[in-house]
């Protein structure tokens, strides 16, 4: 009898499976390894935390992504949040403030969250957030960033706090990177990654993956670069196409299986760098493990959303735990129906299946 599936311990080897990779990868530097090998303990305590949740009955996902900020300098073409008016040019007055933002990291590092996603909008404009979470030890914080504010007090908090890792957006070489989003923004995040590796600082690279770069991105000379110049990983996301005008851009089958064989060959073959793929690495976990299954979205609002593609949100944290959030009626619903579930075209099942989860919101799920 084939074994049902557990989310939760495909999720925590997962966790494992990222802290063991970047580990062997940062063997090299004496500093990042005494960081990763406490980072490591504190990742098993946070597993057990959830284990012995779960024994109770309740699931804590280990992963958390954190829109700390609404705002953002750039307007990369086809951005998905900026289509959603999630991210805007000023900062709205309604935001999470610092001290609520204080309070999240310190209820996921109790619940035993271990990942916290912090994205924006541009989040590097929220520096004292940033700082607030340098100090959370027990949690490992990539930073989603364009690369356009990483300053010289940011190289030094980098290097005080190595459970900070800035991820840099970037969509292959120059020419499609600043196509996308903005003349001379290839050159910035070339000059910061060489500064980065020059102090032994430890940094990823975000990949929109579409039908126009997915060649580029995964080949050898692309990859040879990043990893020449210290990055240690790679996460490719594929475009979600959020306009009719830009659909011809979001992998189709034929894509996402040649995505799928590239990162199969490239942990096999390239192992100085970790690569994850989004959705990609959910085909494993028995469908998408956003709605709290694997992580669930905090908007910069405070509203608990099951994902950043899917902007729908019966809980806002300023007036809830974090715990409470992670139970919401709509995430509950979500879990227990079979959306999450549904086959799709690809990219997010959520945002493709929004008319389902708009009509659960319509129903007083969230009542």
């Given at each position: 009898?084939?074994?049902?599936f557990?989310?939760?311990?495909y ?68 951005c ?52 607030a ?48 989003r ?7 995040l ?44 790679v ?37 100085e ?32 959303e ?24 709509l995430?509950m619903?979500?879990?227990s ?31």
């Amino acid at each position: 009898m084939e074994k049902e599936f557990d989310i939760q311990e495909y999720m925590t080897k997962g966790v494992e499976r990222v802290v063991s990779d970047a580990m062997k990868a940062m063997l090299k530097n004496p500093r990042e390894s005494a960081f990763m090998l406490g980072f490591a303990k504190a990742s098993i305590a946070a597993s057990k935390k959830r284990q012995k949740a779960e024994k109770t009955g309740e699931h804590i996902p280990p992963f958390l992504i954190a829109s700390i900020t609404s705002k953002c300098n750039l307007h990369c073409a086809g951005c998905y949040s900026r289509c959603n008016h999630a991210t805007v040019d000023t900062e709205p007055v309604t935001q999470l403030t610092d001290e609520e933002w204080y309070r999240i990291f310190d209820e996921a590092d109790d619940l035993g969250i271990s990942f916290i996603l912090l994205a924006g909008g541009e989040p590097m404009l929220r520096r004292d957030v940033i700082e607030a979470a340098g100090k959370k030890k027990n949690i490992l914080f990539p930073i989603f960033t364009n690369g356009t504010y990483i300053d010289e007090r940011y190289f030094e908090l980098f290097d005080r706090s190595r459970n900070l890792i800035p991820i840099m957006s970037i969509e292959g070489k120059k020419e499609v990177t600043d196509a996308r989003r903005g003349t001379g923004i290839y050159d910035c995040l070339i000059k910061n990654m060489d500064e980065l590796h020059e102090r032994g600082l430890i940094f990823g690279a975000s990949v929109t993956v579409t039908t126009e770069n997915l060649k580029e991105v995964t080949s050898e000379s692309f990859l040879n670069e990043l990893a020449d110049r210290g990055c240690k990983a790679v996460i490719y996301v594929e475009f979600v196409p959020v306009t009719d005008e830009s659909k011809e851009l979001a992998p189709g089958d034929a894509e996402r299986e040649y995505l799928k064989q590239e990162i199969d060959r490239l942990r096999k073959e390239r192992p100085e760098m970790v690569y994850i793929s989004f959705p990609g690495d959910e085909k494993g976990s028995g469908g998408c493990v956003a709605a709290g299954r694997g992580f669930f979205h905090i908007n910069s609002h405070g509203g608990a959303e099951p994902c950043p593609f899917s902007p729908y949100s019966d809980v806002n944290i300023k007036n809830s735990s974090l715990r409470e959030a992670i139970h919401s009626p709509l995430f509950m619903a979500l879990q227990s129906g079979d959306i999450l579930l549904d086959d799709h075209d690809g990219g997010c099942v959520l945002y493709e299946k929004r008319e389902l989860v708009e009509q659960l919101m319509k129903d007083g799920i969230g009542a």
